[in-house]
Antibody, heavy 119, light 106 residues
Framework: QITLKESGPTLVKPTQTLTLTCTFSGFSLSTSGVGVGWIRQPPGKALEWLALIYWDDDKRYSPSLKSRLTITKDTSKNQVVLTMTNMDPVDTATYYC???????????WGQGTMVTVSS | EIVMTQSPATLSVSPGERATLSCRASQSVSSNLAWYQQKPGQAPRLLIYGASTRATGIPARFSGSGSGTEFTLTISSLQSEDFAVYYCQQYNNWITFGQGTRLEIK
């Protein structure tokens, strides 16, 4: 059974860097074809894809946020870490990590973690 | 960036009736299209991928069709648990989501 869980701060100040961790079980990020993605959702708004990392350490980023994002993996810990720099109140959202099915559908999602950006 | 446009924004349907949700891509995404259901306070749930393949455990009343730029999600006979927000997502060129369709009880 695949599960994922996000963790990180619930409140960050403007201009700070956000670091979120996705801890997963039921699969390995060293297995060919496996990937994990991050998606966010501002309150009452639509989903927005942020980043993807694959088993071979290939990384993909949303073009609009690429300069602010870094995604890494720790295969031994079954974790994926997302950092986002220069946080702004518009970045207030629930951040989800999810298991990638095939080319780009997300079949299993974490419960999400709400991050508020405020001074 | 490929823009995904969903219509209508809100759809009111009675239980037991059929619901048809639309999703249009600003350029062809082939069949690289997924549909998700999201209920309040919950993470999205994958319904359909590859435009028409039901995900594991998804009831047969959910079906997807289309290719290229025009896609449809059909729920054949609405159950009470189907009233939610539905998102389409393309993964042909990076990843983008639509703005969602809220399916509400009529």
């Amino acid at each position: 059974q695949i599960t994922l869980k996000e963790s990180g701060p619930t409140l960050v100040k403007p201009t700070q860097t956000l670091t979120l961790t996705c801890t997963f079980s039921g699969f390995s990020l060293s297995t060919s074809g496996v990937g994990v993605g991050w998606i966010r959702q501002p309150p009452g708004k639509a989903l927005e894809w942020l980043a993807l990392i694959y088993w071979d350490d290939d990384k993909r980023y949303s073009p609009s946020l690429k300069s602010r994002l870094t995604i890494t993996k720790d295969t031994s810990k079954n974790q994926v870490v997302l950092t986002m720099t220069n946080m702004d109140p518009v970045d207030t959202a629930t951040y989800y990590c999810a298991h990638l099915l095939g080319r780009g559908a997300f079949d299993i999602w974490g419960q999400g973690t709400m991050v508020t950006v405020s001074s | 960036e490929i823009v995904m446009t969903q219509s209508p924004a809100t759809l009111s349907v009675s239980p037991g009736e059929r619901a048809t949700l639309s999703c249009r891509a600003s350029q062809s995404v082939s069949s690289n299209l997924a549909w998700y259901q999201q209920k309040p306070g919950q993470a999205p749930r994958l319904l359909i991928y590859g435009a028409s393949t039901r995900a594991t455990g998804i009831p047969a009343r959910f079906s997807g069709s289309g290719s290229g730029t025009e896609f449809t999600l059909t729920i054949s006979s609405l159950q009470s648990e189907d009233f939610a927000v539905y998102y389409c997502q393309q993964y042909n060129n990076w990843i983008t989501f639509g703005q969602g369709t809220r399916l509400e009880i009529k």
